[in-house]
């Protein structure tokens, strides 16, 4: 088992840049893949981003490609999310989530444990 802490967010100006941290601690950390979620006010949590176990692999939601930079260090136990060049439908609930799978790709049910989550504001 593995718990999961989301650090980082606030409410930046549209066009600025965040960078999201996620903490594991329990069960080793690189036997898990990692993943990003968000979720705006009245919508369903939709995938953002996710990295294999050894971080060889990385998979975007077309809306963040090339604006978005999911990283880990699998020494410090944590998993990164470098927002740029933000916009106002950025705005959400980010929630970073682990899958036991060699990479949990995009679906939500491949990832068994999930952080509380950390909110995003984008003003415009």
């Known amino acids: 088992q593995v718990q999961l802490g989301e650090s980082g967010g606030g409410l930046v100006q549209a066009g600025g840049s965040l960078r999201l941290s996620c903490a594991a601690s329990?069960?080793?950390?690189?036997?898990?893949?990692m993943g990003w979620f968000r979720q705006a006010p009245g919508k369903e949590r939709v995938f953002v981003a996710a990295?294999?176990?050894?971080?060889?692999?990385?998979g975007y939601a077309d809306s963040v490609k090339g604006r978005f930079t999911i990283s880990r260090d699998n020494a410090k136990n944590t998993v990164n999310l470098q927002m740029n060049n933000l916009k106002s439908e950025d705005t959400a609930v980010y929630y970073c989530?682990?899958?036991?799978?060699?990479?949990?790709?995009?679906?939500?049910?491949?990832?068994?444990?999930w952080g509380q989550g950390t909110q995003v504001t984008v003003s415009s």
């Open positions: 989530a682990a899958s036991p799978a060699n990479y949990g790709g995009s679906y939500s049910s491949n990832y068994d444990y």
């Open positions: 329990g069960r080793a950390f690189s036997s898990y893949a």
């Open positions: 990295i294999s176990r050894r971080g060889s692999s990385t």
